[in-house]
């Protein structure tokens, strides 16, 4: 019996690596040390009553953005090894298999559980708050997206202490990820992690394209919409379009796997091509679509710091529209070296640059809106100042990149590499960060320190460039990616040094951005938003106080033009907005927390656990609990209540500071 456990144990855990028995040390210690302070302080029930089963969209957002920054964590671990394997020629710090183990997870958990969380939060906490609305559409489903995002990255990151991660590349191209070469468990963890998640990212699609066209305030006509919702709803069609694709290309991986339907494989009458199209299908929008909404905060931050309307506002809107809809011409340019042919590259390279036209128009509208402006260099701005010229060399770069020739050249190189990084991280990244920072207020009620604020932002940048840059150089000198090793007699471990060194840089700007935000919790009385407005901005969600109340609005906004809080102030009329006791106040319909969403979250991760190890006995009770679970909400009509207007009083008078009767 003894032996047979033993046996069972050795092969479903992860064992002989040193960096993994860390890693399961310090799961069970955080895992304990959780339980210990939830038992102690007796917050289980405030856990599950004012979070768990939550279904404001502010306090989803927040979840949502705790769980991208912890995905970063893990996902720069993962980049530090790398960037340690590759500082020295010829060193063994992490072995072959480990390294394949090791980008695969990076570029999985940056991408798809660290950027898409990210921008979810970001949507969740302000959108409804600068369309002037009350909620999303749809909050329950709300709730689900974001338990289904983490039942998926849960499942995914388990992989590494059991059974074993993925090691096929961050889009597993078969053959790689197919049965015969890959028999561990390591890809069902893949697609099932994805699937599962990716299941909650169309929902959010949905949700918030929904929101934004149904629920804008009274005389929000579109283009009296500020940017930010402007790119979510932009990103928002790129999501419903291209999440389905990911879905039925994983779904069809699954089965060659699961069943040897063999649609991927030669041998079996398969094509690997078909995946590869596929995957790129979905995976070149999946780029615009979590870097749109960057766009969309860079434009907020760069008017208000300013103290200027948004040059160009409808040139930006068009832009965006046109970057979402060409998002989906180019996914072929990822492979111009397999043989399309002549005519297929040249439509592809052509259909690449004109993204740059509509992206070009952006830039320069955000730089015409701050010439001439009264500048203001706060933290947001920092990041948006910051981000302009890294994302002109990302854009540079991809322009050549779409240069078919020059890309047979490029290709797979650390050229493709370092461009990558500087779209993402310059663009997508700062872009976030920005909006962090920019929202921080209304999200948690008080300002951040700005000094060690920009403190992060010069590691940052700093250990961006020193990081990236020489990846240029080392692609053009013919270091290809996804390399372990190589020798002295390359020429190459200069720049791979200094890369890094730049690297460790950035480690060390997360670690700032982590202590500020300590450091910002630890004195946040020095630092309340009193005002509700600590930037003077713009738009609706300033005109609420911060935090911003669990109903958002007292009293719905009528909007009557663009940037209608600031034209309000700019006119002396805000102040009989903002003055609650005059308003003729009227019970709120709010929608009641349920905990549906985090079982049935629940019940997903244990079918995907399940299909993972082909374990029936698993999957069927998993999946019959997901069945049970939309049944069971279908009959359920206690799911609303009204907020009595004595408790907004109380809550207005309380966030307010001010008495009203």
């Keep these: 019996m003894f032996d047979q456990i033993k046996e069972f144990a050795s092969g479903f855990f992860v064992t002989g690596d040193p960096l993994i028995y860390g890693a399961d040390v310090s799961i069970l210690l955080v895992t304990a040390a959780i339980i210990f302070t939830l038992t102690y302080f007796k917050k289980w029930r405030w856990l599950w009553r004012e979070w768990l089963t939550s279904v404001d969209h502010k306090k989803i957002g927040i979840m949502y953005i705790l769980a991208a920054f912890l995905m970063m964590f893990r996902g720069g671990v993962d980049a530090l090894l790398m960037r340690a394997q590759l500082a020295i020629p010829g060193a063994d710090f992490l072995q072959p298999d480990h390294y394949n183990e090791v980008f695969t997870t990076h570029g999985v958990i940056m991408i798809l559980f660290m950027a898409m969380p990210f921008m979810f939060g970001l949507f969740n906490i302000i959108v409804p708050l600068q369309i002037g609305a009350r909620d999303v559409a ?24 059991i059974g074993g991660s993925p090691d096929a590349g961050w889009l597993a191209y078969p053959p790689y990820s197919e ?33 934004i066209l149904k629920m804008r305030a009274p005389g929000m006509k579109l283009m009296k919409m500020p940017l930010f919702p402007w790119s979510v709803l932009s990103s928002c069609i790129a999501i419903i379009f291209s999440f389905p694709i990911l879905t039925a290309t994983l779904a069809l991986l699954f089965l060659d796997r699961y069943a040897g ?23 070149h929008p999946e780029v615009y679509i979590i870097v749109l909404p960057a766009f969309g905060i860079f434009s907020e931050i760069v008017s208000t710091f300013s103290r200027k309307k948004l040059f160009g506002y409808q040139s930006m809107v068009y832009a965006m529209i046109i970057i979402s809809v060409l998002s989906f011409l180019v996914w072929a340019h990822h ?22 036209i509509p992206t070009g128009v952006k830039v320069f509208n955000w730089l015409f809106t701050m010439f001439r402006g009264r500048i203001t260099v706060k933290t947001p701005m920092l990041w948006t100042i910051g981000f302009i010229p890294c994302f002109i060399v990302g854009g ?29 991280i310059g663009g997508v990244i700062f872009g976030y960060f920005a909006g962090l920072y920019y929202w921080w207020p209304k999200m948690f009620g008080f300002t951040l320190n700005e000094h060690i604020g920009k403190w992060a932002f010069w590691f940052w940048n700093i250990g961006f460039y020193a990081c990236f840059m020489p990846q240029y150089v080392l692609g053009l000198m013919g270091m290809t990616r996804r390399v372990v090793s190589y020798g002295w007699d390359k020429g190459w ?32 009385r020095k630092n309340l938003d009193t005002t509700g407005d600590p930037w003077d901005g713009r738009t609706l969600e300033w005109s609420i ?38 308003e003729k106040l009227e019970p709120i319909h709010m929608p009641k927390n349920s905990g549906m969403p985090i079982i049935m979250a629940g ?51 309380a966030l307010r500071k001010v008495t009203i009767s």
């Design 335 to 356: 492979f111009f070296t397999m043989g399309s042919g002549a005519g297929v590259n040249t439509f592809f390279a052509l259909s690449t640059m004109l993204i740059a």
């Design 545 to 582: 106080p911060s935090p911003a109340p669990h109903y958002n609005f007292a009293v719905l906004p009528q909007v009557e033009e663009l940037d209608d809080w600031w034209e309000k102030k700019q006119r002396g009329v805000h102040k009989q907005l903002n003055n609650i006791a005059e």
């Design 179 to 211: 049965l015969m070469y890959n028999p561990g468990v390591g890809q069902d963890f893949y697609i099932w992690g994805i699937q599962i998640s990716g299941i909650g990212s169309l929902m959010t699609g949905i949700n918030f394209l929904v929101t």
């Design 603 to 653: 019940c997903w991760f244990l079918a995907g656990f399940g299909f993972v190890f082909h374990w029936l006995w698993l999957t069927i009770p998993g999946l019959a609990g997901v069945a049970i679970c939309m049944l069971a909400h279908s009959f359920n009509y206690d799911t609303d209540y009204y907020i009595p207007v004595k408790e907004i009083k109380e809550t207005e008078a």
């Design 493 to 524: 471990w200069p720049l791979n040094f200094v890369s890094t060194i730049g690297a460790a840089l950035m480690g060390i700007a997360f670690v700032l951005q982590v202590w500020q935000i300590i450091h910002g919790v630890k004195h946040y």
């Design 261 to 283: 339907a063999h649609f991927f494989t030669l041998d079996g009458g398969g094509n690997p091509m078909m995946y590869i199209n596929l995957i790129w299908m979905w995976g």
């Design 396 to 424: 540079l770069t991809g322009v050549l990149l779409s240069v078919a020739p020059a890309d047979f050249q490029f290709h797979n190189s650390y050229f493709l590499i370092a461009h990558f990084h500087q779209v993402i």
């Design 138 to 161: 749809y909050p329950i489903l709300n709730s689900l997206s974001f338990w289904l995002f983490f039942a998926g990255a849960m499942l995914f990151n388990l992989s590494f202490v």
